[in-house]
C-alpha cells in the first residue's frame, strides 16, 4: 500500500476539517456528534458544560444546549461512560459487553475486578431487581448489600453501588437513562439501548477504530492505553508519514486533497482537536495543559484557558470566566503564542463576541 508523504500544514489541515472545524460549519447537533462520535461529559463549567461548549466551536451561536437535552430524552443519543454518543453507535460496544472483563488471558486487575463482582454476585441482583420494579433511580436509591468492599487507594474506596454499577455497565446489564441535575438516573440497559443487531466483536472493533479516525482525520495505529475512548486507530485508513515528525500514521484517505478554508474558533480543553496531547505537538507544535488543578500562582495561561485556533494553526489561549451572577464574561488575557495580525486579531474576537452572545453575557 502506499505510503502518504504530507506536510504538517497538510497534516493539520485534515485534523482541523476532519473535526468540523474549517470555515464549512455544520447545521445540526447530531450530524456532528454522528460524525464526532462522542461528546465528552465534564462538570467544569467554567465558561459552558464540555459538551456545550464542542457543539457550539462548531455550530456557533445557532445552537441551543435544549437540543443537546431533547436528543438525550428522545434516545436519539446516550450517555456511556461520560461520553454521549449515537444511540445506533451502541452496538459497537454490546459485543465487548459480553466478554468482560475480557478476552483470552486476563491481566491481574481483570480478574480482581471479575472476581470483585462475583463475590458481590447478591448486591449486583437486588440492583437489577430494584432497577427493573423502580428504575430508573439515582444511585443512592440503590441498595448496598455488597459483602467485600471495594478497596482502592483513590476517591472510589468504599463506594460500592457506583463502582458496582460502572462495572455493570461494561457487563451490558444497567445503563444510563437521563439525568436529575447533575445525578445519573440507573435502568436496566434492556430498557435504555436499542435492539440492533450486535456485530462480531472483532468486527465492531474496526469499525468503531474506522469511525474515530474518520473523525481525527490523522492518528497514530498505536497509542497510550486510554480505557474509555483510545487516540489510536489500528490499522483504519491509510499509511502516511509527516514531514518533521517521527513514525507512522495512519490517515483517512477521502480528507486526502481536499480543499481547505479555514476560520477562528475557541476550543474547550477536551476538544478532541486537542485532547491526544502528543499530536497536539508533533502536528500543532502548540504546548498546551489543563491548569485548573494547579495553584493560581503556578498557571501559565489561566484555571480553563481555551486554546485558540486561527486557520490550520493553533495561536494562543483565551483565558476567561464566565461570571453569570455579574451577567459578564470576564476576559482576563488573551495569550499569543504567535504574533497576532490584524485578521487574526479581528476573527479571534469575533469568536469572543459570539461567545459572550451565546453564554448571554456581555464581553468585558
Known sequence: MTVHHLSRADARRIAVRAQLLDSSRPAELVDVVRHLTLLQIDPTAAIAPNADLVAWSRLGSSYAPAELTAALADRTLLEFRAMIRPSADLALYRAEMTEWPGSGELLSWQEYRRDWVHANDACRLDILDRLGSSGPLPSRDLPDTCTVPWKSTGWTNNRNVTQLLEFLVLRGEVAVAGRAGRDRLWDLATRVYPGDPVPPADQALRTRNERRLRALGIARARG?????????????GEP???EGVTGTWRVDPSQLDQPFSGRAALLSPFDRLIHDRKRTVDLFEFDYQL??????????WGYFALPLLHGDRLVGKLDATADRKAGVLLIHAIHQDVPFTKTMTAAIDHEIKDLAHWLELRAR
Open 240 to 242: 502516511a508519514v509527516v
Open 291 to 300: 491548569e485548573m488543578y494547579k495553584p493560581a500562582a503556578k498557571r501559565r
Open 224 to 236: 497510550p492505553e486510554c480505557p474509555v475512548e483510545p487516540v489510536d486507530v489500528g490499522e483504519a
